[in-house]
T-cell receptor, first 111, second 114 residues
Framework: SQQGEEDPQALSIQEGENATMNCSYK?????LQWYRQNSGRGLVHLIL?????REKHSGRLRVTLDTSKKSSSLLITASRAADTASYFCATDVLYGNKLVFGAGTILRVKS | AAGVIQSPRHLIKEKRETATLKCYPI?????VYWYQQGPGQDPQFLISFYEKMQSDKGSIPDRFSAQQFSDYHSELNMSSLELGDSALYFCASSRRGRKGYEQYFGPGTRLTVT
């Protein structure tokens, strides 16, 4: 990936458990965004966290951002089978007009 | 709510042919982005336009060109297609203004080059 790594590459959990995905990036950013992608389909925007924010919540999603470590995490609580998808972090880079994506985490939630 | 529209959704071309992909952004969005996603890969930024001017450029081959028109729709023109161009091509749009704007993606065009 151009920007950094996502960790883990794949995650398999039981329905009801929490899922945590981590993302690291390399450059300075305006914000960081998380997207979900079902197999071979479009990218769905989940949440955006600005560079001056440390934590953000949206429903069952919790995102943290540590700009000193250039890292972010996405927590999905009480996972459901329908959460099965690939999850990508993407950085809105400073002095650019583009998103740079991480390699993605494949999440499988077993019912 | 209106979403980003891409056409066609699927396209099959032969090597050395040309292809044109179209993108219609969400109403009142002034910025359009193009991304390429190969099988099992993360999306790679190609090019973006703000108010009809190119605003950033990524790893877009010289064989590709794009533009944004007065109605804000955008077209990606691809010539001398190669097998390696087979991928999912996404268009995204955003409403630029203050820092921190979400990009909303279209459903993608799946291009297969044979």
């Amino acid at each position: 990936s151009q920007q950094g790594e996502e960790d883990p590459q794949a995650l398999s959990i039981q329905e009801g458990e929490n899922a945590t995905m981590n993302c690291s990036y390399k450059t300075s950013i305006n914000n960081l965004q998380w997207y979900r992608q079902n197999s071979g389909r479009g990218l769905v925007h989940l949440i955006l966290i600005r560079s001056n924010e440390r934590e953000k919540h949206s429903g069952r999603l919790r995102v943290t951002l540590d700009t000193s470590k250039k890292s972010s995490s996405l927590l999905i609580t009480a996972s459901r089978a329908a959460d099965t998808a690939s999850y990508f972090c993407a950085t809105d880079v400073l002095y650019g007009n583009k998103l740079v994506f991480g390699a993605g985490t494949i999440l499988r939630v077993k019912s | 709510a209106a979403g980003v529209i891409q056409s066609p959704r699927h396209l099959i071309k032969e090597k050395r042919e040309t292809a044109t992909l179209k993108c219609y952004p969400i109403p009142r969005h002034d910025t359009v982005y193009w991304y390429q996603q190969g099988p099992g890969q993360d999306p790679q930024f190609l090019i973006s336009f703000y108010e009809k001017m190119q605003s950033d450029k990524g790893s877009i081959p010289d064989r590709f060109s794009a533009q944004q028109f007065s109605d804000y729709h955008s077209e990606l023109n691809m010539s001398s297609l190669e097998l390696g161009d087979s991928a999912l091509y996404f268009c995204a749009s955003s409403r630029r203004g203050r820092k921190g704007y979400e990009q909303y993606f279209g459903p993608g065009t799946r291009l297969t080059v044979t």
